[in-house]
C-alpha cells in the first residue's frame, strides 16, 4: 500500500494526534516512535481513524475511534487487541497486535498498534492486477472471500481462547431488539413504512444458530487485504466489533453490502465492494458457495439477510446524524440520508420477496 499514494489522506485533511504525549507513552512501555518517520493517515472506512505509523524500526497500524460520541458496540479498541492477541496464532490473517492503551488522555481516545501488511485493499472497483484477469479475476476474489469467512468460522473459539468473549445464547434475538431501538432514534421515532415493516417482522422469534463461532461483524471485501503479487488474502482487518455468535450473521453482513448490476440506485451508491464487475456470482450464488465450504443449513437464512440490511440502513442514518450533529466527519455523510432512505425502500424489497 505503500506504494500507491491514494491509499493516504491529503495533508491537510488529515486528523491531528498528540504525537509527543504518543511518543512518551510508548516510551514509557519500551517502544520507540520513529520521529524520522511522518505519520500518514489512510483514507479508507468510514469509522476509525487508522494511522501508518514507525515503531522499534517496524510499520504499524494506530487505530483508534473517531471524534464524537460513538454508536452502542462499535470502534472498540480494547476488544480488537483482545480478539487479535489470541487470534493470530490460530488464524494467519489475523495481524499481530503489539499494544493497547485504554487512556484517552494520551492521545484524544483509546488507541491500539497492530502489524502492519503491505498489500491491495479492494472497494468499488478491481485492482488493475485483477482487472486484468477478466472475469476470472471477479471469480478468484468472490472465491477467496468465501474461503476467508468459511475458515474464520471454522475455528473453535475455547481452544484459541475467546470462548467468554460474548454472549452468545440469544445473540440474533437481541441483535434485531437493540437494533429496531437504535433505528427509532436515528429517525427520531419515525422509521420510514419499510423499516417499520421489517421491525415488525423481525419481532418474531429469531432462527436458532446451528452452531456459535468468531463473528467479525464486518465482515466484506474492503476488510481484507490481499497480496501484489499473489492476489491472495494477507490479512482481515477491522475486528473492533468481533464476537461470538450465529455465523450466518457474517454471511448476511457480506451479502448486505454485495451489490448485483439489476440492484437500486441505492446499493450502487454504497461503491462498497465491486460485485457488479464481471465475473463475480449472485448473491444466491455466493449463499451456495457458503453452504459448500461449511455444511450449514440456509433454511431460515431470510431473518438473517433482512437484519443485516435492516442494520446496514440504520448505520448510515446513524453516519448522516452525525453530520447533522456537525461532528468532525467527511463531506460524503451529507449524503448518506438519502442513502439511508434508499437502502430502508430496499430492506422492504427483500422482506417482500425471496431473492436474495
Same mark, same amino acid.
Given at each position: ?35 524520522? *518517520? ?26 483508534? /475511534? ?41 492521545? =484524544? ?75 427509532? #432514534?436515528? *429517525? ?38 490481499? =497480496? ?17 455468535? #450465529? /455465523? ?12 448485483? /448490476? ?17 465475473? *463475480? ?46 461532528? /468532525? ?26 431473492? *436474495?
Amino acid at each position: 500500500m505503500l506504494s500507491d499514494p491514494s491509499v493516504f489522506r491529503p495533508a491537510y485533511d488529515t486528523n491531528q494526534l498528540k504525537w509527543s504525549s504518543l511518543t512518551a507513552y510508548l516510551a514509557q512501555h519500551g517502544h520507540a516512535l520513529d520521529q524520522e *518517520f511522518s505519520p500518514r493517515q489512510f483514507s479508507g472506512g468510514l469509522g476509525n481513524w487508522n494511522f501508518l505509523v514507525r515503531v522499534n524500526g517496524s510499520l504499524y497500524v494506530l487505530r483508534r /475511534p473517531p471524534a464524537g460520541p460513538l454508536p452502542i458496540g462499535a470502534n472498540d479498541m480494547g476488544r480488537e487487541y483482545r480478539i487479535l492477541s489470541r487470534l493470530a496464532e490460530s488464524f494467519p490473517l489475523a495481524p499481530r497486535a503489539l499494544l493497547y492503551c485504554e487512556d484517552p488522555e494520551v492521545i =484524544g481516545a483509546p488507541f491500539l498498534l497492530i502489524e502492519y501488511r503491505e498489500g491491495m485493499v479492494v472497494r468499488d472497483r478491481l485492482t488493475p492486477e485483477m482487472a486484468r484477469c477478466g472475469e476470472a479475476g471477479g471469480a478468484a476474489l468472490a472465491g477467496a472471500t468465501l474461503d476467508v469467512l468459511a475458515a474464520l468460522h471454522a475455528l473453535d473459539p475455547v481452544t484459541i481462547g475467546l470462548g467468554q468473549l460474548g454472549k452468545p445464547d440469544g445473540m440474533v434475538k437481541r441483535q434485531a431488539v437493540n437494533w429496531t431501538r437504535r433505528a427509532q #432514534d436515528a *429517525f427520531d421515532s419515525m422509521l420510514p413504512r419499510p423499516l417499520e415493516e421489517a421491525a415488525e417482522w423481525l419481532a418474531q422469534p429469531a432462527p436458532l444458530p446451528q452452531r456459535t463461532s468468531l463473528l467479525h461483524s464486518d465482515f466484506k471485501i474492503d476488510n481484507i487485504i490481499f =497480496g501484489r503479487d499473489s492476489l491472495q488474502p494477507i490479512a482481515l482487518i477491522d475486528w473492533d466489533m468481533g464476537t461470538l455468535g #450465529d /455465523p450466518l450473521l457474517d454471511l448476511a453482513t457480506l451479502l448486505s453490502y454485495w451489490t448485483e /448490476p439489476n440492484d437500486p440506485e441505492a446499493m450502487h451508491d454504497l461503491r462498497q465492494m465491486p460485485t457488479t464487475q464481471p465475473g *463475480f456470482p449472485s448473491r444466491q450464488k455466493v449463499i451456495e458457495m457458503y453452504v459448500d465450504r461449511t455444511g450449514l443449513a440456509v433454511g431460515d437464512f431470510k431473518y438473517y439477510r433482512v437484519l443485516a440490511m435492516f442494520k446496514l440502513c440504520v448505520v448510515f442514518r446513524q453516519l448522516y446524524v452525525r453530520h447533522l450533529r456537525g461532528d /468532525p466527519v467527511p463531506e460524503r455523510y451529507a449524503a448518506f440520508g438519502r442513502l439511508a432512505e434508499g437502502l430502508a425502500d430496499f430492506t422492504g424489497h427483500v422482506l417482500q420477496t425471496e431473492h *436474495f
